[in-house]
């Protein structure tokens, strides 16, 4: 378990990296949309090949169907419920959009974002005995532009020009992963061991919902029409980099 929670901080860790990005090195906000292209991509091809693949191929098609489904009506229910009430619904927008929103909610809302990639790496370690390197990479590389875009949007909000308890509420972000990770690890090997393929494939499944509804849109609505091919282009770039980590862990 306490592997699990090590991997799960490592992954998460990078949003604190990112937190920093937004926060002390403004010309990187002009790049956002391509981080986020670039980070949906990563996380496109890690919930493909690492998690809805193997889970397929451990569960077949009734693990697989069901566990996307779930995963992401779960995701979908809990983010119109609970976080739009929260003011979390704009909280991977870097720009004017979160000035109605609420800290409280656009943290909630990163860790509700963050709990189904950490309960997978748990989840990959109880499995493998250790978390592969393209699914950890694949974490940590879609973290950044997640909390740089979220970084800049919180000092938009009542917490303007307090960048330090912007990342101290990043640090708590990172904690609660690892916590994700670890109690996956333990619901796992206490109680499911039989489950994993149901739980990847759940994963996969709200994480892919949290792609569309989040990233995906900050990356086309903070571009210029000019950029918008670049957007797609910087995606493939992604999703190639950790289709070749899967492959070469595989090797």
């Given amino acids: 378990m306490g592997e699990a929670a090590l991997a799960g901080f490592v992954g998460a860790s990078s ?5 920093f990005l937004g926060l002390y090195v403004k010309p ?23 998690l809805t693949e193997d889970a397929f191929r451990r569960g077949g098609f009734d693990a ?36 109605q929103g609420a800290p409280v909610g656009i943290v909630v809302g990163t860790m509700l974002d963050a709990i189904p990639e950490s309960v997978a790496i748990g989840v990959a370690v109880f499995e493998h005995g250790a978390v592969t390197v393209a699914l950890l990479a694949g974490v940590f590389l879609s973290n950044i532009p997640e909390s740089l875009s979220s970084a800049t949007g919180l000092m938009r909000t009542t ?42 494939a759940l994963a996969a499944g709200a994480i892919l919902a949290m792609l569309v509804d989040t990233m995906i849109p900050e990356a086309f609505e903070r571009s210029d029409h000019d950029a918008l091919g ?22």
């Fill in 28 to 50: 990187v906000a002009r790049y956002i949309p391509y981080i986020m292209a670039f980070g949906a991509g990563v996380l496109i091809s890690g919930l493909s090949f690492e």
């Fill in 159 to 200: 917490m303007h020009n307090d960048a330090w308890k912007v990342i101290v509420l990043w640090v708590g972000v990172a904690i609660a992963a690892a916590v994700a990770a670890a109690v996956g690890y333990g619901v796992v090997a206490r109680f499911a061991p039989d489950a994993v393929p149901f739980i990847q």
């Fill in 15 to 19: 949003l604190i990296l990112g937190a």
């Fill in 64 to 99: 697989v169907g069901i566990g996307l489904a779930l995963g992401a009506i779960l995701f979908v229910a809990i983010d119109r419920m609970v976080l739009h009430r929260l003011g979390g619904r704009d909280r991977k927008r870097s720009g004017g959009q979160q000035e």
């Fill in 230 to 251: 670049l957007i797609g282009l910087w995606a493939v770039f992604g999703y190639a980099l950790s289709f070749f980590l899967t492959k070469l862990g595989a090797g």
